[in-house]
């Protein structure tokens, strides 16, 4: 059964950091692309970061650029999110996504932003 669970999100402070993961099982996590998108209400769905399934290349939204990274560990099959230096406008539901031939998604994790 395939499976991604995220977890790591919460509320923080404006110019904090979080850390997001996502445990992967049920499919060959390195033959994958793996990325994070995030959504908040009213809005599409939107990727804000990707990594290649064999090389491991990263890209990244320009929005997020400098303030977000991603990481894999394949001993754990888990992809991670750093995120730092966090505005209000990165409140939003963030997704984990696995893909290629098929697209598997997250339930998501919950990024509020506030004071």
């Known amino acids: 059964q395939v499976r991604l669970v995220e977890s790591g999100g919460g509320l923080v402070q404006p110019g904090g950091s979080l850390r997001l993961s996502c445990a992967a099982s049920?499919?060959?996590?390195?033959?994958?692309?793996m990325s994070w998108y995030r959504q908040t209400p009213g809005k599409e769905r939107e990727l804000v970061a990707g990594?290649?399934?064999?090389?491991?290349?990263?890209s990244y939204a320009n929005s997020v650029k400098g303030r977000l990274t991603m990481s894999r560990d394949s001993a754990k099959n888990t992809v991670y999110l750093e995120m730092i230096s966090l505005t209000p406008e990165d409140t939003a539901v963030y997704y984990c996504?696995?893909?290629?031939?098929?697209?598997?998604w997250g339930q998501g994790t919950q990024v509020t932003v506030s004071s």
């Open positions: 049920g499919f060959p996590f390195m033959s994958y692309a």
């Open positions: 996504n696995a893909r290629r031939l098929v697209n598997y």
């Open positions: 990594m290649t399934n064999t090389a491991g290349s990263t």
